[in-house]
């Protein structure tokens, strides 16, 4: 089984968050990247069918060189090869573009895309692959088995789970329950240094223009102050509670 494995490279959540050029482009200086957390369920799901069932798993990226050390530490973690689209990814429509284009030369069986990325949380990604090549598609997928060329998984649903069945190829977008959070793979010492001789393939992108384009970032409003009410002061506490906070 050949898979694939898309790697999204974003902030880690305890990076101080600013924006540049009248807060039209994310300023990285001081930011810390890491493997998106979605994709590194996918991952770790994807090195278990490497074991258990003698897969080879290539991970993927849409970026520019910096990206490269994520994709390393993937390799680390035990990913066979990877690749790195040398493009900047400006919408989500132009990274499907590109990751299909791969899909299509690769002749990949599965590929495994984390649900949305930490960073823009868009979702749009695995569903657009999948429609550009014609792939089946689970979304949210918790849980996934394969033998031979059948499928069985988990989806997440309102209130729920659904079991599914479906056949390779497929295209899943994955997270926390494919793999327990306490199984995820920490780069050992052996792992960090195989990584560097690993393959890492650089492809030009295709042509895909891109389909949206960003105006303004905005933070969140700051806090407003904390109100005190007195213990014995119920009346007002209702009051600010149905009036200002509306929440009941």
Same mark, same amino acid.
């Given at each position: 089984?050949?898979?694939?494995?898309?790697?999204?490279?974003?902030?880690?959540?305890?990076?101080?968050?600013?924006?540049? %050029?009248?807060?039209?482009?994310?300023?990285?200086?001081?930011?810390?990247?890491?493997? %998106?957390? %979605?994709?590194?369920?996918?991952?770790?799901?994807?090195?278990?069918?490497?074991?258990?069932?003698?897969?080879?798993?290539?991970?993927?990226?849409?970026?520019?060189?910096?990206?490269?050390?994520?994709?390393?530490?993937?390799?680390?973690?035990?990913?066979?090869?990877?690749?790195?689209?040398?493009?900047?990814?400006?919408?989500?429509?132009?990274?499907?573009?590109?990751?299909?284009?791969?899909?299509?030369?690769?002749?990949?069986?599965?590929?495994?895309?984390?649900?949305?990325?930490?960073?823009?949380?868009?979702?749009?990604?695995?569903?657009?692959?999948?429609?550009?090549?014609?792939?089946?598609?689970?979304?949210?997928?918790?849980?996934?088995?394969?033998?031979?060329?059948?499928?069985?998984?988990?989806?997440?649903?309102?209130?729920?789970?659904?079991?599914?069945?479906?056949?390779?190829?497929?295209?899943?977008?994955?997270?926390?329950?494919?793999?327990?959070?306490?199984?995820?793979?920490?780069?050992?010492?052996?792992?960090?240094?195989?990584?560097?001789?690993?393959?890492?393939?650089?492809?030009?992108?295709?042509?895909?223009?891109?389909?949206?384009?960003?105006?303004?970032?905005?933070?969140?409003?700051?806090?407003?102050?904390?109100?005190?009410?007195?213990?014995?002061?119920?009346?007002?506490?209702?009051?600010?509670?149905? %009036?200002?906070?509306?929440?009941?």
């Amino acid at each position: 089984m050949n898979i694939l494995v898309c790697i999204s490279h974003v902030p880690d959540t305890t990076s101080k968050i600013n924006f540049t %050029n009248n807060d039209t482009l994310f300023d990285t200086n001081g930011v810390q990247f890491v493997i %998106n957390p %979605n994709d590194e369920f996918g991952l770790t799901r994807a090195i278990w069918f490497q074991e258990q069932q003698g897969a080879n798993v290539t991970v993927v990226n849409v970026g520019g060189p910096e990206t490269e050390p994520t994709l390393r530490k993937a390799l680390a973690i035990g990913a066979n090869e990877a690749i790195r689209v040398n493009a900047d990814p400006t919408d989500g429509f132009f990274v499907a573009k590109q990751l299909a284009e791969v899909i299509k030369n690769g002749n990949y069986d599965l590929v495994i895309a984390g649900k949305e990325s930490l960073d823009y949380n868009g979702g749009m990604v695995p569903g657009m692959i999948a429609g550009l090549l014609g792939f089946n598609f689970i979304n949210p997928c918790v849980a996934l088995t394969i033998e031979g060329n059948s499928v069985s998984a988990s989806r997440e649903i309102d209130g729920g789970k659904e079991n599914v069945t479906s056949q390779l190829p497929l295209i899943i977008g994955g997270q926390k329950g494919l793999v327990e959070e306490k199984d995820l793979r920490i780069p050992n010492m052996r792992g960090i240094m195989t990584a560097r001789t690993k393959v890492l393939t650089i492809l030009e992108p295709v042509g895909g223009d891109s389909k949206t384009a960003t105006v303004k970032f905005e933070k969140p409003a700051p806090k407003s102050a904390v109100k005190l009410v007195s213990a014995d002061n119920l009346d007002e506490l209702i009051s600010l509670l149905h %009036n200002e906070a509306k929440v009941i």
